[in-house]
């Protein structure tokens, strides 16, 4: 039976006051995360709408004000009275905390976390905010606005009735609202952060097409986001620079107990394992159960074939996991209801009900993937690449005994170029990792001994991506890294053994520098994440120029910041800009990028590294293309440009 949804249905739970004294209850932060949090808000319930088929477009539209529009063509909000509160769905919808269809799931289908507050608490944290519903051929507007009363501001009031403004031919709901900047640190949205979530969304949801307008800059741009594959469009771009080893994406879908599960997974001839999980649409960084119940049933299922053929005989059991997942991209999305949260970042799906779920419906669908005829080919190519995993681990447990034994006989014979700090304290240690000997030279010079420690990298470290544990172990640059932070890699790792609290990376500013960034990133991306996680990995900012007048000298980080300074300082000045590090003496290195007092750092987020980590494959992968693309793009030949145009 298909009930309708009308004014009655939506819950009235409580006020909305409580949203402006405390936002972060609500929307996390009033950094730019959650300013992105109230588009988000909004963004949802025309997914939603869209999710159970009634719409098929979604607009979001940056206006020059600041302020956001998001448009959709579904049913549009309740524009009925509402039998107990006297007033229409619309103005619930906007004024009531946890009035929503949303929460009453005869209608909607999965809510959860802090997405799915409300609508209302986007209302609450704006100056203004405008809906417009198109329905049965009529078109409704009511406008909420915040006020100042007796010096106290009041949340999102409506300024006039559900109003009808005419007769119309659309279909659909559109909400218009300029966040509040008493609230928020900015109220300027980031059109990339917005292109990424709403590119990740349609793929997420198939079919549903996703509009980004951005109306703020001189010329209106506009892109647009449309998968008609849904996952298996999303694990092929996610592969784009990868070289698959079977050409078809191995698509999985089913239910269980309520739970909904969606995978795509497609094997390239990569060492590593890129698993993207997501539940109701949020992303799940940590994994969780969902992730656990995949990885179960994947290694199961592919051990069971494993054995019937005779593949392997090694002597240490079976096949691992980890054998079965290298080389593997996959994306798993999974919809369900009461989803909990755990883990550092509460990224990290906790429902227990989601590992069974997923275990079963995987089992079942990838034993019937591999048993067809058809799929013989992908199951051999993956089981060879598999017994090749193992037994390339096996001779990187042999490799890795040995460094060990190594460290433990010898000290640090491996740390030899490492200047460590006299001070005993890892908590406010810094481990400098330097781009080359020279600068290297020059930050042992320059540093505080007492608790900076230099470690200069020569050339570039072998790329972590592309090389098995076995080929990293072997190499020197990392084997040093990995003795001088004394946490061990991978399984091993033990972060109560890190030497320093800091690590920063001081890297040149050019593109063999972002290279070097970029590769050592992967690393500890790949081998060490939580240092990662805890916050422990830097990126440090030397000047890109040195500005002297008489005596007076000033260091800038950024072309934009070398235009400012020479503006302050008028007439008569020299610049010098530094094509590197190594260019700069002691004193100078300490000043401008060792000293905590003025330097400036970068903390490393997960996503950072994630991206880093596509960086790294773009620039060393095989897909000669895209590389050409990438430096095209992006490296900066033409450094002569900033003083022409400044006249210098
Ligand atoms: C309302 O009752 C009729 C069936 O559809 C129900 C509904 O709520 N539809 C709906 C809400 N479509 N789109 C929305 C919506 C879209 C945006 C952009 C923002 C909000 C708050 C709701």
């Not at 009634?54 to 063509?73: G, Q, R």
Request: hydrophobic share 35%; proline share 2%; net charge neutral.
């Amino acid at each position: 039976m298909t009930r309708t949804y009308e004014a009655n249905d939506i819950q009235v739970l409580e006020g909305l006051d409580a949203v402006r004294m405390r936002p972060g209850m609500y929307i996390g932060s009033t950094s730019a995360r959650g300013l992105h949090h109230l588009l988000w808000e909004i963004v949802d319930n025309g997914i939603d709408e869209a999710a159970n088929g009634y719409a098929s477009t979604i607009e979001v539209v940056l206006n020059k004000d600041n302020s956001v529009t998001v448009k959709d063509d579904g049913r549009g909000i309740p524009v009925g009275i509402h039998d107990t509160m006297k007033v229409p769905g619309v103005q619930l919808v906007f004024t009531q905390l946890h009035a929503g269809g949303k929460f009453n799931t005869n209608n909607y289908n999965y809510s959860g976390g802090l997405h799915g507050v409300g609508a209302a608490v986007v209302n609450a944290l704006s100056r203004w905010l405008e809906a417009e519903v198109h329905v049965d051929g009529k078109k409704y507007m009511q406008r909420f606005e915040s006020y100042e009363e007796k010096g106290k501001i009041m949340a999102g009031k409506p300024v006039s009735q559900l109003t009808c403004l005419g007769s119309t031919d659309l279909q659909g709901t559109m909400v218009t609202f300029l966040p509040d900047d008493r609230i928020f640190e900015s109220i300027q949205m980031n059109k990339d952060v917005i292109s990424k979530r709403l590119k990740e969304l349609a793929f997420l949801n198939k079919g549903i097409k996703m509009i980004l307008t951005d109306k703020r800059t001189e010329k209106t741009t506009s892109v647009s986001f449309h998968y008609t594959g849904g996952l298996i469009d999303f694990v092929e771009y996610l592969n784009e620079d990868k070289s698959a080893i079977h050409p078809e994406v191995i698509y999985l879908e089913g239910e269980r107990d309520d739970i909904r599960a969606q995978i795509a997974i497609q094997y390239t001839d990569s060492y590593t394992e890129s698993i993207f999980s997501y539940v109701n649409s949020i992303p799940t960084s940590e994994g969780g159960t969902h992730e656990t119940g995949f990885k179960t049933a994947v290694t199961k299922v592919l051990n069971d074939f494993v054995r019937k053929q005779n593949l392997y005989k090694g002597k240490n059991g079976g096949l691992t996991g980890e054998d079965f997942r290298e080389g593997m991209t996959a994306v798993i999305a999974v919809n369900m209801h009461n989803i909990q949260f755990e883990g550092q970042t509460k990224t990290k799906l906790g429902n227990t009900e989601a590992r069974a779920a997923l275990e079963s419906i995987v089992s079942e669908q990838l034993q019937n993937y591999f048993e067809n005829i058809d799929n013989q080919q992908t199951l051999k190519l993956i089981l060879d690449k598999a017994v090749n995993a193992a037994k390339v681990r096996e001779a990187a447990r042999k490799a890795k005994d040995i460094t060990r034994k190594k460290n433990s006989l010898e000290g640090a014979p491996l740390v030899g170029k490492l200047a460590s700090c006299t001070g005993r304290d890892p908590k406010i240690n810094e481990l400098f990792l330097v781009e080359g000997d020279s600068a290297g030279g020059s930050a042992k010079q320059g540093r505080d001994r007492q608790f900076q420690a230099i470690l200069p990298l020569r050339g570039k470290p072998l790329n972590a991506e592309k090389k098995r544990l076995d080929q990293v172990l072997a190499n020197e640059e990392f084997r040093t890294i990995i003795s001088a932070l004394g946490t061990g890699i991978d399984e091993d790792f033990n972060i109560s053994n890190l030497k320093y609290n800091k690590v920063i990376i001081l890297a040149d500013a050019d593109q063999d520098g972002a290279h070097i960034r970029a590769i050592l990133l992967t690393f500890f991306f790949r081998y060490m994440k939580p240092l990662i996680t805890h916050g422990h990995i830097f990126i440090g900012l030397a000047p890109l120029y040195k500005v002297s007048k008489g005596s007076r000298t000033e260091y800038a980080y950024s072309d934009d910041e070398l235009k400012a300074i020479v503006k302050k300082i008028g007439k008569g000045y020299t610049i010098q800009r530094y094509k590197g590090l190594g260019e700069m003496n002691p004193e100078q290195l300490w000043e401008t990028t060792m000293n905590p007092a003025n330097r400036s750092i970068i903390e490393v987020s997960i996503e950072d590294a994630a991206e880093a980590e596509k960086l790294v494959t773009i620039l060393m992968g095989d897909k000669i293309d895209s590389r050409r693309q990438y430096i095209t793009n992006y490296a900066n030949f033409n450094k002569k440009d900033i003083f022409q145009e400044m006249g210098v």
